[in-house]
């Protein structure tokens, strides 16, 4: 690879990224056709259900592509689903070369594409960015593989570890700087996740509040015997939202019939109590392959427990509140030796306003 193929691999990383937060399930993906050092188009894929990056990027040709290679961030689909194999699309054009970043695993692919680019005399190399492109699409590799969505548990604490004091308040830990880039997270995860608990005591709305028209995610409550109060902001403005109950074999089916009729999604669990592998599955099992976590510290320990959290984000506001009785962000029985602690990699700190943002990896255990 060279230092120009490398520059344009990097431009079409940057074109993927638009769609974060509007391709999922799908993974981001961009693509830029070049011949003799000039972009002849360029595009990425902007929506579940739109066109891919390739065949946008085709689109947007000043000129025929016929002999230009074209530099994408995945290899091309081969099979029709909700729009037809890029690979036809790229024979049909006359690229020459196309310069891949990632092998998709998904069964459907996996080599297929550029099995198939090859027998056709289209020369195929990989980029030899892997690291940079498996980061970029972590949450479609990992839902590809694994079945399960890509967890980030967010919380936010004061230095002494409290979500709130004893009394229960919590607005506001953080600042205005904090709280706007939840709420950009919030527009990047297809589903939002919180327990029963933190309803009953805060009756959050869970919606993106950025300017213009966001993506808004999925919000999802854990609650085992449906408990949410249909005079809640999250039943009440389930048909502006969408919401989803998931609830175990205990919840009174009147109950559920009362929340259906306002709008309410309701999921079942074969379980009494809800359970986070039951839990999981089903999201992914309905085409959310990530979950923001934002609580409390009962769901926050049984999604650890259960070795479902991929990554951490933690709110340090520099405030002291004390109490024995005021909760913390991870509570359960937890753990009795700090050898078995969850340890975090690959470590960030950012700053907003007075706020530290800490985030990291936890890797799956073996």
Same mark, same amino acid.
């Given at each position: ?176 700087? @904090?709280? $706007? !880039? ?10 939002? #996740?919180? *327990?029963? %608990? =933190?309803?009953? +005591? ?75 592998? @039951?839990? $999981? !599955? ?10 923001? #976590?934002? *609580?409390? %510290? =009962?769901?926050? +320990? ?65």
């Amino acid at each position: 690879m060279t230092t120009q193929d490398r520059e344009y691999m990097m431009r079409a990383m940057a074109l993927a990224a638009r769609g974060s937060g509007w391709v999922n399930p799908n993974p981001m993906v961009g693509a830029v056709i070049v011949r003799d050092g000039r972009i002849l188009g360029e595009g990425w894929h902007k929506r579940c259900g739109d066109w891919h990056a390739e065949r946008n990027a085709l689109l947007a040709c000043t000129e025929d592509p016929a002999g230009a290679t074209m530099y994408v961030t995945l290899e091309p689909c081969c099979h029709t689903g909700k729009t037809p194999p890029c690979t036809d699309a790229i024979l049909e054009s006359g690229i020459a070369r196309v310069v891949v970043g990632l092998r998709d695993p998904n069964p459907k692919v996996a080599g297929k594409g550029i099995r198939i680019l090859e027998e056709a005399g289209v020369t195929v190399e990989m980029a030899g960015m892997e690291d940079l492109l498996e980061e970029q699409n972590r949450v479609f590799l990992h839902y590809i593989t694994t079945g399960l969505p890509w967890v980030v548990f967010k919380t936010a604490t004061t230095l002494d570890g409290k979500i709130a004091t004893r009394t229960g308040n919590s607005r506001w830990i953080t600042g205005e700087s @904090a709280r $706007a !880039q939840v709420h950009r997270m919030r527009a990047t995860y297809p589903a939002i #996740l919180v *327990g029963i %608990g =933190t309803v009953l +005591a805060d009756d959050p709305m869970l919606d993106c509040r950025l300017e213009g028209n966001p993506r808004q995610p999925v919000r999802l409550v854990a609650d085992s015997a449906a408990r949410i109060p249909l005079e809640s902001r999250l039943v009440q403005t389930a048909t502006q939202f969408r919401t989803v109950v998931i609830h175990g074999t205990a919840a009174p089916q009147d109950r559920l019939e009362a929340l259906r009729e306002r709008g309410v999604e309701t999921w079942g669990l074969s379980t009494e109590r809800v359970e986070a592998l @039951a839990l $999981a !599955q089903k999201v992914a099992a309905a085409g959310l392959d990530a979950i923001l #976590l934002e *609580g409390g %510290g =009962t769901l926050a +320990a049984s999604f650890l427990q259960a070795d479902l959290v991929r990554e951490y984000c933690l709110f340090l506001a520099p405030k002291v509140v004390g109490g024995k009785q005021a909760p913390t962000s991870v509570e359960g029985l937890g753990l009795a030796h700090m050898a078995d602690a969850w340890q975090l990699e690959q470590i960030t700190v950012d700053r907003f306003g007075e706020d530290l943002c800490i985030r990291g990896r936890l890797p799956m255990k073996k």
